[in-house]
């Protein structure tokens, strides 16, 4: 037994132990651990939602909504799945193929020109107009001008085409 008390005093001279750390510091670093995840995924989702806001709102001035008689909004039901989103992008360039897609945008949509009016929540897919000619705005002595924005609304129940307009603000 004597070799065991000697082997153990040599241990407890050559290994140095540190206490624990306490669990409060535990906590701390967990917490801390969280508070960047929420951050990093904060900044991804405004990296991936704000393009979509900054193009309804470069896209689509008030101007082009007034000529076209189209306003979008907020939607009034949760927004579908990515899913979704695709079938409406699909089904926009089904009607224009040759148009790339800018941005589309989950939105209530109103067409006060459309009969009947257009009043639901659907899918908004701008596409580059490329050379389309627009259709307003009109005044005395307007003429055709070549298309500024390209806007396909899709249902999405039913990822069909409601309404497509284009036209020039300018």
Not at 18 to 46: G, Q
Not at 104 to 129: G, T
Request: hydrophobic residues 40%; charged residues 20%.
């Amino acid at each position: 037994m004597t070799d065991d008390a000697y082997l153990d005093g040599l241990l407890d001279e050559l290994v140095v132990t540190e206490p624990r750390e306490a669990w409060c510091d535990v906590v701390a670093r967990a917490r801390r651990s969280r508070r960047r995840y929420v951050t990093v995924v904060a900044a991804i989702a405004t990296l991936v939602v704000a393009p979509s806001a900054w193009a309804i709102h470069h896209l689509w001035s008030t101007s082009q909504a007034a000529a076209s008689g189209i306003t979008l909004s907020a939607p009034e039901t949760p927004t579908p799945s990515t899913g979704d989103a695709n079938a409406a992008v699909n089904a926009a360039t089904s009607w224009y193929p040759d148009h790339a897609v800018v941005s589309h945008q989950f939105a209530h949509c109103i067409d006060v020109q459309s009969v009947p009016r257009l009043n639901e929540d659907c899918w908004a897919v701008f596409l580059d107009p490329g050379n389309e000619m627009g259709n307003g705005p009109f005044g005395p002595g307007s003429t055709s001008q070549r298309a500024t924005y390209l806007l396909v609304l899709v249902d999405p129940s039913t990822d069909k085409v409601i309404e497509a307009a284009s036209g020039s603000s300018r």
